[in-house]
């Protein structure tokens, strides 16, 4: 095991600070709660109770499962530090489920957590449209019935959503929103339906569509389930100057092991005009590329990414990178750099110094969604800039894995540290029961944070303590 000392300085310094000043909330309090009999807690990080501040865990002990989570326990992980493909056995453990009863997700000291919206179906990507209202995908509300896209709406300040509209409806599993034109007085909004994009309508303060959708791109390959069937999510990102959209689309199969010509046109990130021409690949062998996201300043394309299944309990990692236009990620022949996927050896030695590596590796089957830049004031100054992401969980591990929100830590430099850290957690009950799972981020005009959880049908609210 290595831990790597981390000194805090200048504003992180101030950060550390503010936080041992507000003392301990509710949320931490719980965060100390110990691990279920039989679970054997890392003798590091002991389940529940984060490592002690400006620790870095490494090595074995940044591969732990759930026991581990709490706030503040930070993590970094390396292509050195991966096992050989079938090191461990592929595993089946899909969640149990329960209720969430009067249980509450944890978050650092400092910080304190509300439901901004509960008894919502399905609620999956959040954004935060340039008048401060809040737009929802519930994506599917039950398997197969058409979604919706709702619109929030905080009026008194108190935290909470006293304002619930159906802005469009009738939509086929809809998850990724943006507004156009990039700016405080968008006319549209853009939606990404599994199979195409649409757009309506909008100006600011509009709670109901004005008027039906217009299809902008119909050539996206739909569908899928997932467990063999596919992915059907797709998201989309207008980039900083609003002359390009970028569309996530995600694999069919796993490995690809079938060479489905269906796959020349998914596990990849296309671009467009706004209008739906001029339409190319900007990135490939990319999984499942779930969340996009634009680095302010920088105006760089980040994407939050689903790696492949079956090779163990540590491997793929799951990953967060900024997208370099026409860079080749691995699959499904690569992973990582150049690590063979054994299920492909020696079908394309010629691509193996292609493979870019990603800039922060997560725990493998973590199922990365949705992520966002924080671009408010709300929270102290180190936060700004940094990424924070959702952390969905899968089936796919032995010991469970997820199921919280994440912060990535962004340099002076706009580059990821390559660390990341637990932000909000508290969703596992214990190996075999989840009350809930975080999907998408955004945040608000106030600067606190929102959470989806599409477990509880509940839009968190993290913000800072009011003293």
């Not at 002990?61 to 503040?72: K, N, S, Y």
Request: proline content about 8%; some cysteine; aromatic content about 10%.
């Amino acid at each position: 095991m290595k831990i790597i000392p981390y000194v805090p300085t200048g504003m992180a310094a101030l950060t550390f600070a503010l936080a041992a000043a507000c003392g301990t909330n509710s949320t931490s309090v719980a965060a100390r709660e110990t691990s279920p009999a039989g679970v054997t807690p890392s003798p590091t990080a002991t389940a529940g109770v984060p490592a002690p501040p400006g620790e870095v865990l490494t090595g074995k002990e940044a591969l732990g499962d759930w026991t581990t989570d709490a706030p503040g326990v930070r993590r970094k992980i390396t292509v050195n530090d991966l096992p050989p493909p079938y090191a461990s056995p592929s595993s089946d453990n899909g969640p149990g489920w329960a209720e969430r009863g009067d249980r509450m997700p944890k978050a650092p000291s400092g910080f304190a957590v509300n439901i901004y919206r509960s008894g919502l179906a399905n609620p999956r990507v959040i954004v935060t449209a340039p008048n401060g209202d809040i737009f929802v995908a519930e994506s599917e509300p039950r398997r197969g019935e058409p979604g919706n896209i709702k619109v929030l709406r905080d009026t008194d300040g108190d935290g909470k959503a006293d304002v619930t509209e159906n802005f469009a409806t009738g939509l086929k599993q809809p998850f990724g929103i943006d507004f156009y034109p990039v700016g405080s007085n968008p006319q549209w909004v853009y939606v990404a339906q599994t199979d195409s994009v649409i757009r309506f309508p909008y100006k600011n303060g509009d709670t109901k569509a004005t008027g039906g959708p217009e299809t902008v791109v119909d050539t996206i390959p739909g569908g899928g389930r997932l467990r063999g069937g596919g992915h059907w999510t797709r998201d989309l990102q207008f980039s900083a100057d609003g002359k390009r959209m970028f569309v996530s689309v995600g694999s069919l199969t796993n490995v690809n092991q079938e060479n489905n010509p269906q796959e020349e046109h998914r596990a990849r990130i296309f671009s467009f005009d706004p209008d739906g021409k001029n339409g190319k690949v900007y990135a490939t062998g990319i999984r499942n590329p779930v969340g996009l996201a634009i680095q302010p300043g920088t105006g760089t394309l980040w994407t939050s990414v689903n790696e492949r299944d079956g090779l163990g309990d540590n491997l793929v990692p799951d990953y967060i990178t900024h997208v370099e236009e026409g860079g080749f990620y691995g699959w499904p022949w690569y992973y990582l750099g150049g690590n063979e996927d054994p299920r492909h050896k020696g079908a394309r030695p010629d691509l193996k110094g292609k493979v870019l590596v990603p800039d922060v590796l997560l725990k493998s089957h973590y199922a990365s969604l949705d992520l966002a830049f924080y671009t408010g004031r709300m929270f102290p100054a180190a936060y700004q800039g940094n990424i924070f992401a959702s952390e969905h969980g899968s089936w796919n591990r032995a010991r469970r894995v997820g199921y919280k929100v994440i912060r990535v830590p962004i340099g002076a430099n706009g580059k990821a540290t390559g660390e990341y850290e637990d932000f909000l957690t508290g969703f596992v009950i214990d190996n075999d029961r989840v009350w809930g799972r975080p999907v998408g981020v955004t945040v608000a005009k106030d600067g606190a944070l929102l959470v989806t959880d599409d477990g509880s049908g509940t839009v968190w609210r993290v913000a800072t303590e009011r003293k």
